[in-house]
């Protein structure tokens, strides 16, 4: 309102609609399992988080027009920068079809969504490797393992940890991972 310009209110209440369909339709035609476990993947893609993540990863907070108010009480975490992602992709929409807000959609959120999917799936079998190790050298009576964080590198929202498993001290192997466990 400070600077004369209007809201996007009516471009969020149409982004978030068109959101809402480009995820149904690509977890009906990609994701097995039944309406509840779509529904909460689906969940997971629209929520405001994975919408703030794109966001700040495209660094459109930056182009936000605050209030002189808002800008000393803001912070990257409120629904106004989730908001703007809705409202983007009603402007794509108008702007370019379907298509280009399909193309748009996915390369921001659904690949997001799907890296996220295959590092749970590293966790897993990272989890289930590591009790195998665990119960070996356990049923061994061979020693104590231990972890140690060799590094930390990339931006706080994309980071990339470095971690080694070690034997009574000896490094037996190291792990890369977006977080310390999946390392």
Known sequence: NEHGEESNELLEFFGDAIIEF?????????CAGDEGKLTDKRKDLVSKEPLLRAVLKLGLSDYVLLGKGQKK????????????YESLVAGIYIDGGMTAVKSFIKTTIVAEFERREKEKKKIKKSAESKSALQEYVQKRKIGSIGYVMLSKHGP??????????????ERLAEGVGQSKRAA
């Open 22 to 30: 480009v995820v149904t339709e690509y977890l009906y035609k990609s």
């Open 156 to 169: 706080e929202h994309l980071p990339e940890f470095r971690v080694a498993v070690t034997l009574n001290g």
């Open 73 to 84: 009480s803001v912070s990257k975490d409120e629904k106004l920068f989730s908001s703007l």
